[in-house]
Protein backbone atom coordinates (compact mmCIF):
# COMPACT_ATOMS: atom_id res chain seq x y z
CA UNK A 1 0.00 0.00 0.00
CA UNK A 2 0.99 3.55 -1.11
CA UNK A 3 -0.63 6.54 0.58
CA UNK A 4 -0.09 9.78 -1.34
CA UNK A 5 -1.13 13.72 -0.24
CA UNK A 6 -0.72 16.40 -2.66
CA UNK A 7 -0.26 20.17 -1.36
CA UNK A 8 0.40 23.38 -2.97
CA UNK A 9 -2.46 24.21 -5.11
CA UNK A 10 -3.90 27.65 -4.91
CA UNK A 11 -4.90 30.25 -7.33
CA UNK A 12 -2.62 32.43 -9.50
CA UNK A 13 -2.75 34.72 -12.39
CA UNK A 14 -1.85 33.90 -15.98
CA UNK A 15 1.91 33.45 -16.06
CA UNK A 16 2.45 32.74 -12.83
CA UNK A 17 4.28 29.57 -11.21
CA UNK A 18 2.97 26.93 -8.43
CA UNK A 19 4.62 23.89 -6.95
CA UNK A 20 2.79 21.11 -6.16
CA UNK A 21 4.34 18.49 -3.94
CA UNK A 22 3.16 14.94 -3.08
CA UNK A 23 4.42 13.18 -0.04
CA UNK A 24 4.41 9.34 -0.12
CA UNK A 25 3.85 7.01 2.95
CA UNK A 26 3.64 2.70 3.46
CA UNK A 27 5.60 1.14 0.87
CA UNK A 28 8.25 3.60 -0.15
CA UNK A 29 11.04 1.57 -0.32
CA UNK A 30 10.59 -0.51 -2.88
CA UNK A 31 11.24 1.17 -6.54
CA UNK A 32 8.12 3.06 -8.02
CA UNK A 33 7.64 5.76 -10.80
CA UNK A 34 5.58 8.52 -9.65
CA UNK A 35 2.66 10.92 -12.30
CA UNK A 36 0.97 13.67 -11.81
CA UNK A 37 -2.59 13.97 -13.17
CA UNK A 38 -5.30 16.48 -14.22
CA UNK A 39 -8.86 17.16 -14.03
CA UNK A 40 -10.77 19.54 -15.28
CA UNK A 41 -14.56 20.31 -14.93
CA UNK A 42 -16.65 18.20 -17.45
CA UNK A 43 -12.82 16.93 -18.65
CA UNK A 44 -11.38 13.13 -18.42
CA UNK A 45 -8.60 12.78 -15.96
CA UNK A 46 -5.63 13.63 -18.08
CA UNK A 47 -2.00 12.38 -18.31
CA UNK A 48 0.58 15.76 -17.06
CA UNK A 49 4.14 13.91 -16.40
CA UNK A 50 5.90 11.16 -14.99
CA UNK A 51 9.34 10.12 -13.26
CA UNK A 52 11.17 7.21 -12.60
CA UNK A 53 12.03 5.64 -9.15
CA UNK A 54 15.62 7.11 -10.31
CA UNK A 55 14.46 10.37 -11.70
CA UNK A 56 16.48 9.76 -14.90
CA UNK A 57 13.42 9.07 -16.88
CA UNK A 58 10.50 11.36 -17.85
CA UNK A 59 7.98 12.14 -19.37
CA UNK A 60 5.19 14.96 -19.99
CA UNK A 61 2.44 15.81 -21.68
CA UNK A 62 2.95 18.26 -24.71
CA UNK A 63 0.43 20.42 -23.52
CA UNK A 64 3.06 21.36 -20.47
CA UNK A 65 6.42 20.62 -22.46
CA UNK A 66 8.54 23.53 -21.22
CA UNK A 67 6.86 24.62 -18.45
CA UNK A 68 6.29 22.09 -16.11
CA UNK A 69 8.90 20.32 -14.27
CA UNK A 70 8.48 17.08 -12.33
CA UNK A 71 11.24 15.94 -10.29
CA UNK A 72 11.51 13.53 -7.00
CA UNK A 73 13.16 13.33 -3.32
CA UNK A 74 13.20 9.84 -2.66
CA UNK A 75 14.94 10.33 0.55
CA UNK A 76 11.67 12.66 1.53
CA UNK A 77 10.09 10.36 -0.73
CA UNK A 78 7.80 13.41 -2.31
CA UNK A 79 7.86 14.13 -6.09
CA UNK A 80 7.62 17.73 -6.96
CA UNK A 81 5.96 19.47 -9.82
CA UNK A 82 6.97 22.59 -10.68
CA UNK A 83 4.66 24.92 -12.80
CA UNK A 84 5.65 28.31 -14.64
CA UNK A 85 4.02 30.30 -17.36
CA UNK A 86 0.71 28.94 -15.78
CA UNK A 87 -2.66 29.29 -18.82
CA UNK A 88 -6.31 29.70 -17.54
CA UNK A 89 -6.33 26.13 -19.16
CA UNK A 90 -4.20 24.36 -16.51
CA UNK A 91 -6.91 24.93 -14.46
CA UNK A 92 -7.44 21.63 -12.97
CA UNK A 93 -7.66 19.31 -10.09
CA UNK A 94 -4.20 17.85 -9.78
CA UNK A 95 -3.21 14.27 -8.62
CA UNK A 96 -0.37 12.34 -8.18
CA UNK A 97 -0.38 8.87 -8.46
CA UNK A 98 2.11 5.75 -7.88
CA UNK A 99 2.99 2.83 -10.58
CA UNK A 100 4.66 -0.05 -8.72
CA UNK A 101 6.10 -1.15 -12.25
CA UNK A 102 8.32 2.02 -12.27
CA UNK A 103 7.56 1.79 -15.92
CA UNK A 104 7.17 5.74 -17.09
CA UNK A 105 3.61 5.24 -18.29
CA UNK A 106 1.13 7.98 -19.07
CA UNK A 107 -2.06 6.00 -19.01
CA UNK A 108 -4.05 6.14 -16.07
CA UNK A 109 -4.76 2.60 -15.74
CA UNK A 110 -1.44 1.54 -15.33
CA UNK A 111 -1.22 3.88 -11.96
CA UNK A 112 -2.02 1.84 -8.41
CA UNK A 113 -2.38 4.42 -6.28
CA UNK A 114 -3.75 7.94 -6.37
CA UNK A 115 -3.72 10.66 -4.07
CA UNK A 116 -6.99 12.94 -2.98
CA UNK A 117 -5.97 15.91 -5.48
CA UNK A 118 -5.25 20.08 -5.23
CA UNK A 119 -6.89 22.61 -7.06
CA UNK A 120 -5.24 24.95 -9.31
CA UNK A 121 -7.08 27.76 -10.70
CA UNK A 122 -5.20 30.45 -12.87
CA UNK A 123 -6.73 33.68 -13.58
CA UNK A 124 -6.61 35.38 -16.74
Known sequence: ????V???????????????????????????????????????REFVATISWSGLRKAYADSVK???????????????????????EDTAVYYCAADLSNWVRTGRDDYDYWGQGTQVTVSS
Open 66 to 88: GRFTISRDNAKTTVYLEMNSLKP
Open 6 to 44: ESGGGLVQAGGSLRLSCAASGRTSSPYAMGWFRQAPGKA
Open 1 to 4: QVQL
